[in-house]
């Protein structure tokens, strides 16, 4: 591994995103790291799970083809069904 260049104080203007990629291939970062204390990190949008379930081809072929239709992948296309229907029975139930 090549040993990398001090940062120079000024950051200099680039022409071009391959000129600026080499410089900072090239130079040391580690001086803009800062430590301070830790923070929370509060997300905006509630994570989500990876879960695995089985279902039939045709069911699964069908359902990428109506995705395919709506150019959204089919794990978006499933998952906004099942949220629309858990939506649909809360409002039955309520």
């Known amino acids: ?22 410089f900072w291939d090239t130079h040391d970062t580690s001086s803009l790291i800062r430590y301070g204390k830790e923070v929370d990190i509060k997300f905006v949008k509630p994570l989500k799970h990876l879960i695995s379930i089985r279902m039939d081809l045709t069911l699964l072929h069908g359902i990428q083809v109506m995705a395919a239709k709506k150019h959204i992948p089919y794990q978006t296309l499933i998952h906004s069904i099942l949220a629309e229907k858990l939506h ?7």
Do not use: D, T, V
Not at 88 to 94: L, P
């Open 1 to 22: 591994m090549k040993k990398l260049k001090r940062l120079p104080k000024k950051i200099p203007r680039f022409s071009n995103y391959e000129e600026e990629a080499h």
């Open 88 to 94: 649909q029975w809360h409002k039955k139930s309520a």
